[in-house]
């Protein structure tokens, strides 16, 4: 159980608080929400008023253990979030200069994540809404992804929807703030985890420009000097006509290379390749067009069935390989070929957060929907497909995609 009694006060504000609240108190009364993110290896919270103003946040990253480990470790991720939350919210409550007797609801992810971290933010928040009294909103990490963008600038309903993270990969139509389409997704790994898996494979930790880098930032930086031409791949599921993703068999491909190589150049288990940068830059072309290619066939898919709007449709990309310079390049080639507007929000947006959590509470709030009592039992799932899936239907459209070169410079 935790031990609320810190969030109760907040006898030490700063002066910037202080100003900050008077700000609040004679602006016409917007509605607050607190934020609370658990779901995988981020412990965030944020408070968001009803204009998506954030009033304060905090982000716990256990992203560096994990790099150290290899992969997120469910217990390990349990534990440090039980160590970061009371700190991270009471962090954000502070910052914001609100009490909690001010917040109209808490927002918190739900579903779908690891069942102990989930656990844990469940677990803080019921209790914290207990204690005062307050509404809880349940939160879809993923509606919460897709959602964000909402709250940096005026995108209507219906928009199509790309998330790419290390964690997820799929593409919806987003058509009102909890009716989602779910029109492809990855049906083995996610695109950061095949990035971050080759990353590994290679040893890029050993890299000097690369130690302190994810594996997809680190793929980003090496590219650069690379030519993927010099390491061609076979772009996933060329025959199959759906908009879902599939890296696992180029993860092997990519893997089966590499031992090749190692060979060839008699490097020892550790060392690294010479050719680095041309194996980055040929696994993150390939990576980038199948992305863009199940996504060309997404808008060709909603256009055909008159699912996106006339005037200016949108494609929001949004996970932590959104802020793949190359990858967000070769998407703007299908969206300009296809009359979409691409909207990629800042990457500190595109992440887990606090704040997309809170905002998503915001919309709740709004429409009056998914507000439960703090009297009400709640679960959380791990696992909980966003909206109506229709893959099915999207594979039997069978759609051929016309032509389109994909061609970026590294
Ligand atoms: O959204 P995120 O922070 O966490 C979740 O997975 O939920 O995404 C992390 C993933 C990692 O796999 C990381 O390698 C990848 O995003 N990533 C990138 C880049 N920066 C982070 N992938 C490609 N290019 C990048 N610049
Ligand atoms: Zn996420």
Redesign the pocket.
């Known amino acids: 159980m935790f031990s609320l009694k810190g969030l109760v006060k907040h006898s030490t504000y700063s002066l910037g608080h202080v100003v900050k609240r008077g700000t609040l108190c004679q602006q016409a009364r917007s509605r607050l929400v607190l934020g609370i993110e658990t779901s995988?290896?981020?412990t965030g919270a944020a408070v968001v008023d009803e204009t998506g103003l954030i009033l304060g946040e905090s982000l716990h990253s256990q992203?560096e253990v994990h790099l150290q480990a290899g992969g997120v470790i469910p217990a390990v991720a349990q534990r440090l979030h039980r160590e970061n939350i009371f700190r991270v919210v009471q962090e954000a409550i502070d910052r914001s200069g609100v009490s909690p007797s001010e917040l109209s609801a808490v927002a918190t992810t739900v579903k779908p994540g690891l069942s102990l971290s989930l656990g844990i933010g469940l677990e803080f928040s019921l209790a914290f809404v207990k204690q005062h009294q307050k509404p809880f909103i349940p939160i879809h990490h993923m509606e919460a992804h897709a959602l964000t963008v909402r709250m940096l600038e005026p995108v209507e309903f219906p928009f199509l929807v790309l998330l790419i993270?290390?964690?997820?990969g799929l593409l919806a139509l987003a058509r009102d703030i909890d009716d989602f389409l779910l029109l492809g997704q990855s049906t083995d790994e996610?695109?950061?985890?095949i990035?971050?898996k080759v990353?590994r494979r290679l040893h890029l930790k050993n890299h000097p420009e690369c130690s302190a880098m994810?594996?997809?930032?680190a793929?980003?930086h090496l590219a650069k000097q690379g030519n993927r031409r010099n390491f061609l791949l076979t772009t996933p599921m060329g025959q199959v006509f759906d908009c879902n993703f599939s890296f696992a068999g180029l993860r092997t491909q990519v893997s089966v290379a590499i031992d090749r190589k190692e060979i060839e150049e008699g490097v020892k288990s550790g060392e690294l390749l010479s050719c680095v940068n041309d194996i980055a830059a040929g696994t993150q072309h390939t990576v980038a067009s199948h992305i863009a290619k199940r996504t060309h066939r997404a808008i060709l898919f909603c256009k055909a069935r008159g699912l996106l709007p006339q005037h200016s449709p949108s494609l929001v990309v949004s996970?932590?390989?959104a802020?793949?310079?190359y990858?967000r390049e070769t998407l703007k080639i299908v969206t300009d070929a296809t009359g979409l507007h691409l909207i990629c929000p800042p990457?500190k947006f595109?992440?887990?957060n606090g704040v997309m959590v809170a905002w998503n509470g915001i919309e709740k709030l709004k429409a009056g929907r998914g507000i439960l009592s703090y009297k009400e039992e709640v679960r959380y799932e791990p696992k909980a497909p966003l909206g109506i899936d229709i893959t099915t239907q999207v594979k039997d459209a069978a759609i051929r995609m016309p032509p389109l070169k994909l061609r970026v410079k590294n």
Not at 190 to 193: I, L, N, S, T, Y
Not at 214 to 217: D, I, L, V, Y
């Open positions: 995988c290896d981020d992203k993270s290390g964690g997820h996610a695109p950061g985890d990035l971050d990353a994810s594996g997809g930032q793929i980003e996970g932590g390989v802020s793949n310079t990858i990457s595109c992440t887990d």
